[in-house]
């Protein structure tokens, strides 16, 4: 075992809102060809037929506006659009899926923009000072519920919607199954006007179990933060409870950017400032899926061992039944700790030695290092979903090669 | 004293970016939310509680009330 891993006490799982990795993070090839983004030549056909190519224009704000559809019909268009039969999907139908929406050439063309590495400097440099993912994908190819259970369950029960009334016992939550076991979990949400998306079955059944944005704060600086925390950030814009403005840090279209960015800056800050904290903690900060946006990646099929169990019917996905056997669009991903070398990238499909990380390898990392003799009911997925807390290694990165993050 | 001289400064956030009306159908994941917290709502609902819903949402649609006069043209 190395000293990153004798040294961990807590895990944390930061999940922001609908963006995709090559809009995020594409740009950073440029800088590290190891990292598998953007050459500039990517594109997609418009409903012109012109080609759409990838730009670096992407905006914080005022940009993708309407939302981008990402629920199933929309998410296998972009993926399957002008792809043969049976074939890996060509990843050619994101301009003509926007276009569905507005109708307006121009206007869809935007969904290849990305952003350039200098407009998001905490999470580029993040991705460069820590690990970054080059294969982390979203669950399913839907919206967000459904991805988000599988990062709190290893399932999303059969659902590729946004309908939360779906858990099936016996397959308990990862919260549920630390609780039973004596250890100590949390789920940190912004404040009670932004509320949790767990509404229905964590919310209803075990309100225990959460905290507040400030809460996660105060316990980093206190260093009594859970053995494992999952923090979900600010979804609307509103008043604060003792006045000001509260502006949304999800980064959910059209949600500003930048305060995303800050947020992921906050969260960092606070567990780098307490020396205690920094050196017994790895950060998993990732995307629930990519909103629809462009990513040049096709998502793989998981092997037939990969059992999910469920099935989604042709009444939810507007086409075939859908077996739970491929994975969503690849997202943002990237650990942080102390214990893991700066620069590294943890390659994904595009190597033969590549390893695939989906929103199921969190509950399965974190129930293999806090329960390794857990014998509840998991799905075969969960249990051959990759792991990520071999990157922690035996070295500890100095603080002054560390990011702090000001304004 | 910050532990790392390494600073990296966050980028800023442009005044006017809050907007809290915004309309709620133009964001699918929050008018979700409100759904399932809706649902919630009404499995715990009791009449009185019903009735007041619907005298709020009666005088939001429909603020003043018509009198029978008024609604013979008089």
Known sequence: MSRGLDNLKHIVVLMMENRSFDHMLGALK??????????????????????????????????????????????????????????????????????????DVDHSRKIMYYFQPEQLPVLTTLAQSFAVFNGWFASIPGPTICNRAFAHYGTSFGSVTMNPFVINKPIKSIYDRLLEAGRTAKLYYFDQASSTMEVVNL????????????????????????????????????????????????????????????????????????????????????????????????????????????????????????????????????????????????????????????????????????????????????????????????????????????? | MPRSKNIVRMPEVESGSYDPNRPLLRNALLLHQVMHFQKIERERMTEGQASDYIRRMTALLHPRIVTAGETRGE
Request: include cysteine.
């Open chain 1, 203 to 407: 919310l209803s059944n075990q309100s225990a179990v959460f905290g507040t944005y400030q809460q996660f704060i105060d316990d980093c600086a206190a260093d009594r933060l859970p053995d494992y925390s999952f923090i979900e950030p600010n979804y609307s814009d509103h008043p604060g409870s003792g006045g000001g403005e509260l502006l949304a840090c999800d980064q959910h279209p059209d949600h500003n950017v930048a305060q995303g960015e800050r947020f992921i800056a906050a969260i960092y800050n606070a567990i780098f400032d307490n020396p205690e904290v920094w050196k017994s903690t790895a950060l998993l900060i990732v995307y629930d899926e990519h909103g629809g946006i462009y990513d040049h990646v096709p998502p793989p099929a998981l092997r037939p061992e990969q059992k999910d169990g469920g099935t989604a019917p042709a009444s939810d996905t507007e086409g075939e039944p859908f077996h739970f056997d491929r994975l969503g669009v690849r997202v943002p991903a990237i650990l942080v700790s102390p214990w893991i070398r700066a620069g590294t990238v943890i390659p994904g499909p595009e190597s033969a030695a590549g390893q695939i990380f989906e929103h199921a390898s969190i509950p399965a990392t974190v129930t293999e290092h806090f329960l390794p003799a857990y014998k509840g009911a998991r799905t075969d997925r969960e249990k051959l979903s990759s792991t990520f807390l071999q990157f922690l290694g035996d070295t500890m990165q100095k603080d002054d090669d560390c990011p702090s993050f000001s304004d």
């Open chain 1, 30 to 103: 440029a800088r590290d060809p190891r990292i598998n983004g953007l050459t500039g030549s990517e594109s997609n056909p418009d409903t012109t037929g012109e080609p759409a190519r990838v730009q670096p224009l992407a905006e914080y704000q005022k940009q993708l506006d309407p939302d981008p559809d990402h629920h199933f019909p929309a998410v296998n268009k972009q993926l399957f659009f002008g792809t043969a039969a049976g074939a890996a999907p060509a990843m050619q139908g994101f301009v003509q899926s926007y276009f569905d929406q507005r109708k």
